[in-house]
């Protein structure tokens, strides 16, 4: 018997998930979108409405209407009504990066925030949502005309309002975040299409920039996909491009790696043999350079090319990753290993990150694992925490909202 295996466990991340639902209860802007939570779960009302928190938010509060809590029906539906409103660029095309009481406050087109448009219209769609089908198909055409770069295979990042000035830059995290989007919504619109371009990405981070890089991720490119490894050298903590390898997303990236090959089997295609390996590979290079590497538990947030901490705050974004990489790579390989680091996750999240006092997770521990806020301030959003609380509950694939309507909670 391992947590994994464990009926009461999983009353207890059931019982979690509620709590963070709970928290985002305020979290609706009453002119569209959803605000970004300080500590106590308000809308911080120095900040914009962004486009990534609002679909986050969706996304979530679409998961906890497919798990049958009564209320979140009505978030989706807010957060549909901002992209398709005031999120939305109905002279250009695609969504605003951020807008505040007066418009848009940065006009800036973005893979990031896009490919979380198409995360949220899937999930919406998922519950059968009006309008959620519809938007999902613009959000793909949408991506597919301006981001998507079939000769490279591999996502643009980012343009001007009106498309005609493009950054010359290329970033792993967009990327990644595409891959999530195009497997989400492969699975609600049947589009192999989006699956293949969702393998073709992986397959080039990580097999060819990934293995070359001894599973240490570059992240930062020129527009050649040339690695840049000295970028934000000066301005290592930044919260979207910070300099060196960031562990939480080779953890990210080794969940993703197993749903990928998941999907690719279960829609009759043979998954590269390197899938499954190289997921191992990357989540114990992250636990090995990651994990009490400075004398404190917790995970480390970045370092440099040799494997020493940079950023030694704990995110709690990184740890909410490890739960999941471990949850699915031990459903992949049945490995003890992978059950033993996922009980030690949570005992350090039980421990050091989930707030009872106050709700959700604090975002942000100094390397003493005290509260610290210089990368993140408050509690953004939901999205981390929540889909740790649903990983170990279903197959690593289709994608979660995929997999709740499916019914697949708990099974197997």
Request: proline share 4%.
């Amino acid at each position: 018997m391992t947590w994994l295996t464990s009926d009461a466990h999983r009353r207890w991340l059931e019982g979690e998930t509620d709590r963070l639902l709970a928290f985002g209860r305020d979290a609706r802007d009453a002119r569209g979108g959803f605000g970004y939570l300080d500590d106590s779960g308000a809308i911080d009302a120095t900040r914009d409405v962004e486009l990534w928190i609002t679909c986050r938010m969706t996304h979530v509060y679409a998961l906890g209407a497919l798990l049958g809590r009564p209320g979140c029906t009505a978030y989706v539906d807010h957060g549909l009504d901002a992209l398709l409103g005031r999120l939305r660029d109905d002279e250009h095309g695609g969504w605003f990066a951020a807008i505040g009481a007066d418009g848009p406050t940065n006009t800036a087109k973005e893979a990031y925030g896009h490919a979380f448009v198409i995360l949220a219209a899937a999930s919406a769609a998922a519950i059968g949502r009006p309008g959620a089908t519809a938007l999902l198909e613009e959000a793909v055409a949408v991506h597919t005309e301006h981001f998507w770069d079939d000769e490279a295979g591999m996502s643009r990042e980012s343009f001007s309002r009106d498309w005609s000035d493009e950054e010359d830059y290329r970033g792993v995290n967009a990327n990644m975040h595409t891959v999530e989007a195009y497997l989400a919504a492969s699975d609600v619109l049947g589009d192999r299409e989006l699956l293949g371009r969702a393998a073709r990405i992986t397959g080039r981070v990580i097999d060819e920039f990934g293995r070359a890089n001894g599973w240490r991720l570059p992240e930062h490119f020129d527009a050649e996909w040339n690695p840049l490894l000295d970028y934000n050298e000066d301005e290592p903590a930044h919260p979207f491009r910070p300099y060196g390898a960031t562990v939480g997303h080779a953890l990210e990236w080794s969940r993703l790696i197993v749903q990928c090959a998941s999907s690719l089997q279960q829609t009759g295609r043979a998954a590269p043999d390197w899938m499954i390996p190289a997921a191992r590979e990357l989540y114990a290079a992250a636990v090995r350079d990651g994990w009490h590497v400075d004398g404190h538990s917790g995970f480390v947030y970045t370092t440099d090319w040799e494997g020493a901490p940079v950023v030694r705050e704990r995110m709690h974004w990184v740890l909410a990753e490890a739960i999941g990489a471990a949850g699915v790579l031990w459903r992949a390989t049945k490995a003890l290993d992978y059950a033993n680091d996922y009980q030690r996750w949570w005992d350090f999240a039980g421990e050091h990150l989930i707030d009872l006092e106050k709700g959700s997770w604090h975002h942000e521990l100094s390397t003493a694992n005290e509260l610290s806020s210089t990368v993140w301030a408050g509690k953004p959003d939901l999205y981390h925490a929540l889909q740790a609380t649903l990983l170990p509950r279903l197959p690593a694939s289709p994608a979660l909202a995929a997999s709740l309507a499916a019914g697949n909670l708990d099974r197997g």
